[in-house]
């Protein structure tokens, strides 16, 4: 197993908990529990949109991986490249042109190593970069980086898609520590969830004193405040005890993917940069409502789908940078909405997910937060049909209606997750704050009826029905449902 030595307080998702781990844990022993799999794939090919330009200010190790050949890895901010262990580990399909593809074998066997005077003077800090795992064996490394071999007397700082939280010996998600040397100065952040296999996503930490953030996909999945304050540069000199995709702990295994565009910065990166640095390309669909000014929003992704806000829609705060405020409207009216041109689920076959942050203000029996249809198709979530939140699923082969009990989410203008998803089962799961409200399974309605979505709204039915009373950000779209573990990262209050 990865080794820490004293786990400090960390408040996560509002929890805090605090471990002593003993020295057992320096000498490497390995844990061997694994999460539960998703099998869909991530796109390949570069971004299409210059605003997604990477950010270059305070910008101090860029490792693109773009050489192919040699064992070279080139650094493109200040020239301290890296080395590959083994030439075999380039390959042509990265998250951006070429990439990195490591074995996971035991101990790593493929993995970079990073040079001295990459940390040289760094106090705040983010580092990030694009993973696509094919398993995720617990204490494998996205990166190990310090100053020495497992000793308390040493400083390292690493972050491993599948650790311990404190207090346990179970595998339990994406987890990021700073060893300081010894046993009372040690900082431990987890997010307590896993990374989906076999899909590209975007992870980056960020630092500045005793604060540190994990984000996924951009969005701040987990946070740790007021911790240890244990600075990048403290890992100095690293050769030759730092690596990308190598534990310094020989039980643990290598890391069991492909990489690509790993960063380091000298500064913590704004949410906005962050959530650049993870430009979804063609996997979903992402409407960010930062614009602020302006009857235009943004689709955030390659597929680009046109967004106009519609009769006096207005810019507000939002769950993270802005969001859409709608003053809700009586049926029959022309009221504030939000009209998408072209169709956000087309490709959609076998999966979809539609997730999405709101603020209710005020209740209206059937008003709807997104309704996309067709002459002979139908898909909305309703907050308050009069019994329940009502997603209900309308195709020429059936009909699914889910409705909870009761309105989960009160109109009390507070911030609530709400997430959609059909998996290739056909079975429908409504999540709200990112656990399952309700779920039915259909052997009629199938996730590709709703490819041919000639009308998209957000806010307005396509009915005759209320407008939405409140406000909508962080809409994702996407044709592979989202798994639960990647809900509740988009969930994390």
């Given at each position: 197993?990865?080794?820490r030595?004293?786990?400090?307080?960390?408040?996560?998702?509002?929890?805090a908990?605090?471990?002593?781990?003993?020295?057992?844990?320096?000498s490497?022993s390995?844990?061997?529990?694994?999460?539960?799999?998703?099998?869909?794939?991530?796109?390949?090919?570069g971004p299409?949109?210059?605003?997604v330009?990477?950010?270059?200010?305070?910008?101090?190790?860029?490792?693109?991986?773009?050489?192919?050949?040699?064992?070279?890895?080139?650094?493109?901010?200040?020239g301290?490249?890296?080395?590959?262990?083994?030439?075999?580990?380039?390959?042509?399909?990265?998250?951006?042109?070429?990439?990195?593809?490591?074995?996971?074998?035991?101990?790593?066997?493929?993995?970079?190593s990073?040079?001295?005077?990459v940390?040289?003077?760094?106090?705040?800090f983010?580092?990030?970069?694009?993973?696509?795992?094919?398993?995720?064996?617990?204490?494998?490394?996205?990166?190990?980086?310090?100053n020495?071999?497992?000793?308390?007397?040493?400083?390292?700082?690493?972050?491993?898609?599948?650790?311990?939280?404190?207090?346990?010996?179970?595998?339990d998600?994406?987890?990021?520590?700073?060893?300081g040397?010894?046993?009372?100065?040690?900082?431990?952040?987890?997010?307590?969830?896993f990374?989906?296999?076999?899909?590209?996503?975007?992870?980056?930490?960020?630092?500045?004193?005793?604060?540190?953030?994990?984000?996924?996909?951009?969005?701040?999945?987990?946070?740790?405040?007021?911790?240890?304050?244990?600075?990048?540069?403290?890992?100095?000199?690293?050769?030759?005890?730092?690596?990308?995709?190598?534990?310094?702990?020989?039980?643990?295994?290598g890391?069991?993917?492909?990489?690509?565009e790993?960063k380091?910065?000298?500064?913590?990166?704004?949410?906005?940069?962050?959530?650049?640095?993870?430009?979804?390309?063609?996997?979903?669909?992402?409407?960010?409502?930062?614009?602020?000014?302006?009857d235009?929003?943004?689709d955030?992704?390659?597929?680009?789908?046109?967004?106009?806000?519609?009769n006096?829609?207005?810019?507000?705060?939002?769950?993270?940078?802005?969001?859409?405020?709608?003053?809700?409207?009586?049926?029959g009216?022309?009221?504030?909405?939000v009209?998408?041109?072209?169709?956000?689920?087309?490709?959609?076959?076998s999966?979809?997910?539609?997730?999405?942050?709101?603020?209710?203000?005020a209740?209206?029996?059937?008003?709807?937060?997104?309704?996309?249809?067709?002459s002979?198709?139908?898909?909305?979530?309703?907050?308050?049909?009069?019994?329940?939140?009502?997603?209900?699923?309308?195709?020429q082969?059936?009909?699914?209606?889910?409705?909870?009990?009761?309105?989960?989410?009160?109109?009390?203008?507070?911030?609530h997750?709400?997430?959609?998803?059909?998996?290739?089962?056909?079975?429908?799961?409504l999540y709200?704050?990112?656990?399952?409200?309700?779920?039915?399974a259909?052997?009629?309605?199938?996730?590709?009826?709703?490819?041919?979505?000639?009308?998209?709204?957000?806010?307005?039915?396509?009915?005759?029905?209320?407008y939405?009373?409140?406000?909508?950000?962080?809409?994702?779209?996407?044709?592979?449902?989202?798994?639960?573990?990647?809900?509740?990262?988009?969930?994390?209050?």
């Open positions: 197993m990865g080794a030595a004293v786990i400090v307080t960390a408040a996560l998702a509002g929890l908990a605090c471990n002593v781990i003993g020295s057992n844990l320096l490497g390995s844990g061997d529990a694994k999460p539960p799999t998703d099998a869909a794939k991530g796109s390949n090919g299409s949109d210059s605003s330009m990477p950010p270059t200010n305070g910008l101090v190790l860029d490792y693109e991986f773009e050489d192919g050949t040699g064992s070279t890895v080139t650094d493109g901010a200040r301290l490249d890296g080395s590959l262990a083994d030439p075999t580990m380039w390959t042509a399909g990265g998250r951006n042109g070429a990439g990195i593809s490591m074995n996971g074998a035991t101990p790593a066997t493929q993995f970079v990073l040079p001295n005077d940390l040289l003077g760094v106090g705040d983010t580092i990030s970069a694009w993973v696509k795992l094919n398993s995720n064996p617990a204490w494998a490394r996205i990166y190990d980086i310090g020495g071999q497992p000793d308390p007397a040493n400083r390292f700082m690493y972050l491993t898609t599948s650790g311990f939280p404190p207090g346990s010996t179970t595998s998600g994406i987890h990021v520590d700073s060893y040397g010894s046993t009372t100065n040690e900082s431990v952040l987890g997010s307590s969830t990374l989906p296999l076999d899909v590209w996503k975007h992870v980056a930490v960020t630092g500045t004193g005793g604060n540190r953030t994990i984000y996924i996909d951009g969005f701040p999945a987990a946070s740790l405040q007021n911790g240890p304050a244990i600075a990048p540069s403290e890992m100095e000199p690293l050769a030759p005890n730092s690596w990308i995709g190598k534990s310094r702990f020989p039980a643990d295994p890391f069991p993917g492909e990489m690509d790993f380091i910065y000298s500064r913590v990166l704004t949410a906005s940069e962050i959530e650049d640095l993870a430009w979804p390309k063609t996997d979903y669909s992402y409407w960010r409502f930062d614009e602020s000014s302006g235009a929003a943004k955030s992704s390659d597929h680009g789908l046109a967004t106009a806000l519609a006096g829609a207005t810019w507000t705060t939002g769950r993270l940078g802005g969001a859409v405020r709608f003053a809700g409207g009586a049926a009216s022309s009221s504030q909405h009209v998408i041109s072209g169709n956000p689920l087309a490709g959609c076959t999966q979809f997910a539609i997730a999405a942050w709101i603020r209710i203000d209740y209206a029996t059937n008003a709807k937060v997104f309704d996309f249809s067709s002979s198709t139908d898909l909305y979530l309703a907050p308050n049909d009069g019994t329940g939140m009502h997603v209900e699923l309308k195709s082969s059936g009909t699914i209606d889910l409705v909870t009990a009761a309105p989960p989410i009160p109109a009390d203008s507070t911030w997750h709400v997430a959609v998803t059909m998996d290739a089962g056909n079975i429908v799961v709200v704050d990112g656990a399952p409200a309700t779920t039915q259909s052997s009629t309605v199938h996730p590709g009826d709703f490819a041919n979505t000639s009308q998209a709204y957000l806010a307005r039915s396509r009915g005759n029905d209320p939405f009373d409140g406000a909508i950000d962080e809409l994702r779209v996407s044709c592979r449902a989202f798994t639960s573990d990647e809900i509740k990262n988009l969930s994390r209050p």
